[in-house]
T-cell receptor, first 113, second 112 residues
């Protein structure tokens, strides 16, 4: 019940295309869902996050869509650029508890020029 | 601001050796975390701390120890290195539990 399942494992997108990464969770107590971006040799960096009281959050070219009933959330990268090539991790947390993150297994995105 | 600083960046250990991975943050964050990252496995929480003097186990604590004597520092100790501990280790911090976690750039550890 503590798992967060992330797909796909890897993704290749043409420049200008839309990248979509999906995550699913089981524990309905999760109430904070961040996405992290990681470049080779670097630590993960917070990209965007959402709480379950909204169904969508947009920041620039990055959008999180959240489906509470299906227990799924996804990251959409619009107008994907070669500089977006990185590994993306979703995570889930219970903010009223110990705030520990449960991470997905990551998606390696490559955007072709 | 340096943020979260981890040292060393790389290390090779022999089986049975011990070492301490250092982590320091200059953001006055109360919460600190240690993760390990293995290929295709995401990040697994090893230990975490909610303040100086307070630590608790995460998902994969076996073979590791931590201490938190100051707000700034959260070292991770490997007592008897085993090949299964070959991994990339990340330290993170957050102001409180409900705030985003900020990560260091990791320590790449190989045990041969």
């Amino acid at each position: 019940q503590q798992q967060v399942k992330q797909s796909p494992q890897s993704l290749i997108v043409q420049k200008g295309g839309i990248s979509i990464i999906n995550c699913a969770y089981e524990n309905t107590a999760f109430d904070y869902f961040p996405w992290y971006q990681q470049f080779p040799g670097k630590g993960p960096a917070l990209l965007i996050a959402i709480r379950p009281d909204v169904s969508e959050k947009k920041e620039g070219r990055f959008t999180i869509s959240f489906n509470k009933s299906a227990k799924q959330f996804s990251l959409h990268i619009m107008d994907s650029q070669p500089g977006d090539s990185a590994t993306y991790f979703c995570a889930a947390s219970i903010t009223s508890g110990t705030y520990k993150y449960i991470f997905g297994t990551g998606t390696r995105l490559k955007v072709l020029a | 601001n340096a943020g979260v600083t981890q040292t060393p960046k790389f290390r090779i250990l022999k089986i049975g050796q011990s070492m301490t991975l250092q982590c320091a943050q200059d953001m006055n964050h109360n919460y600190m975390y240690w993760y390990r990252q293995d290929p295709g496995m995401g990040l697994k929480l090893i230990y975490y701390s909610v303040g100086a003097g307070i630590t608790d186990k995460g998902e994969v604590p076996n073979g590791y120890n931590v201490s938190r004597s100051t707000t700034e520092d959260f070292p991770l100790r490997l007592e008897l290195a085993a090949p299964s501990q070959t991994s990339v280790y990340f330290c993170a911090s957050s102001r409180t539990g409900g705030q985003p976690q900020h990560f260091g750039d990791g320590t790449r550890l190989s045990i041969l």
